[in-house]
């Protein structure tokens, strides 16, 4: 019986530990889709500094990131573990990476603001994600 027990309580708890790994997070540097879209902000946001003659879109921007963070959330993270992603200074530098590639991609520099001009008003042409969270002045 003391066997019985014994057996039915080991699966039981390899049962509780496998549904528990199967609901673990990845982790935010896992989700793609949050990710894509601070990858979005970062664009706009270099473009639009660099670029005299391109603006933010600053309420539709607030409501994308606002978006980005709800989507977070309902994924099972919580408030301080999303602020807690998004000021960390080497998940910033990775995505700062992944920005200069982008601009790479599209034969822009981060170091040439005419050039990040010319791709903001492509991506405003184009209607993208990006080009939406900016306007020409």
């Known amino acids: 019986m003391r066997m019985m027990k014994s057996l039915v309580l080991g699966a039981v708890m390899a049962a509780t530990a496998a549904t528990a790994q199967a609901t673990a997070k990845p982790g935010l540097p896992a989700e793609k889709e949050i990710n894509d879209g601070l990858l979005v902000v970062a664009v706009a946001d270099k473009i639009r500094r660099e670029c005299d003659s391109i603006s933010a879109r600053l309420f539709t921007a607030r ?49 040439d603001p005419a050039s990040l001009c010319s791709l903001g008003r492509e991506e405003i042409r184009k209607q993208s994600q990006i080009g939406l969270l900016l306007k020409a002045k």
């Open 63 to 111: 409501a994308y990131l606002t978006d980005l963070k709800d989507r977070a959330a309902e994924q099972g993270y919580s408030e301080a573990e999303i602020n807690s992603y998004i000021n960390n200074d080497v998940e910033k530098a990775k995505m700062r990476m992944k920005r200069n590639a982008y601009f790479k991609a599209r034969g822009a520099s981060n170091l």
